[in-house]
């Protein structure tokens, strides 16, 4: 299968356990994981690699799915997504997206955006959506980002997601003013790119323990994009 992305950074699908097991090798060393990250969603997804050479920088996987079958994503583990049954088109769930950590190029966050719009098109999605995670389980340290999140970047009522997960911090009831400068500097890239399109999260992180991480529900609706971030991206996916 030709690349979906080819210049600095080549993108193409995996094929095969290979292909998968690198994916899960790296998000081992991405995400600090003990054990090999696998779980019976890969079988189901759409795998993406970001590759510089021989090397595997970057990873990430999609799995599409329509509205009635929100239960069977992997954010539904933790979030009641019942809401979302009702939306109107198809929806992709994008997840396990890492970069090796020795890489800080930013045209690589830049060049698998460009792939995952080519590969949402083509399945004429109208959700994207994924957990986006901050590092470690105590939110104190994420007080200004959270803050900055309650203030304009809550999902609307009718796709909010409800409370699944047995741990879990309300980041919007008490919300203060956020400090921005410090808000940005804590929010995840992947979030940050999320919320610049357009991005929205539900009103509560979930404290997942196993993964050493806090994640919110994020979900970008196609629609919302601003026209101009749209055509540079599907100008790049070729």
């Known amino acids: 299968m030709p690349p979906l992305i080819r210049g600095r950074y080549t993108i193409r699908t995996g094929e095969g356990a290979s292909d998968l097991r690198r994916a899960q090798t790296l998000r081992t060393l991405a995400f600090g994981t003990k054990q090999l990250d696998s779980d019976a969603h890969d079988a189901l997804c759409t795998h993406l690699l970001v590759e510089d050479g021989q090397d595997l920088v970057a990873c990430l996987r999609l799995m599409t799915l329509e509205p009635q079958e929100i239960e069977a994503s992997y954010s539904a583990q933790f979030y009641d997504l019942s809401g979302l049954k009702g939306f109107p088109g198809p929806l992709v769930e994008m997840g396990r997206f890492c970069i090796a950590p020795d890489r800080h190029d930013p045209d690589i966050l830049r060049a698998a955006w460009a792939a995952v719009?080519?590969?949402?098109?083509?399945?004429?999605?109208?959700?994207?959506?994924?957990?986006?995670?901050?590092?470690?389980?105590?939110?104190?340290?994420?007080?200004?980002?959270?803050?900055?999140?309650?203030?304009?970047?809550?999902?609307?009522?009718?796709?909010?997601?409800?409370?699944?997960?047995?741990?879990?911090?309300?980041?919007v009831t008490g919300a203060g003013e956020p400090d921005m400068r410090q808000a940005t500097q804590t929010l995840p890239p992947l979030l940050r790119t999320y919320l610049a399109m357009g991005g929205w999260v539900s009103d509560h992180a979930v404290i997942d323990r196993a993964m050493n991480t806090l994640h919110v529900f994020t979900g970008l609706e196609i629609a919302r994009i601003p026209p101009a971030r749209a055509r540079l991206l599907r100008a790049v996916s070729g």
Do not use: K
């Open 117 to 171: 719009t080519g590969l949402v098109d083509g399945v004429s999605a109208q959700l994207l959506f994924g957990c986006s995670s901050f590092h470690g389980t105590d939110p104190a340290p994420y007080g200004h980002a959270f803050a900055a999140l309650a203030r304009s970047h809550i999902v609307p009522e009718a796709w909010r997601p409800g409370i699944r997960a047995p741990e879990v911090h309300d980041f």
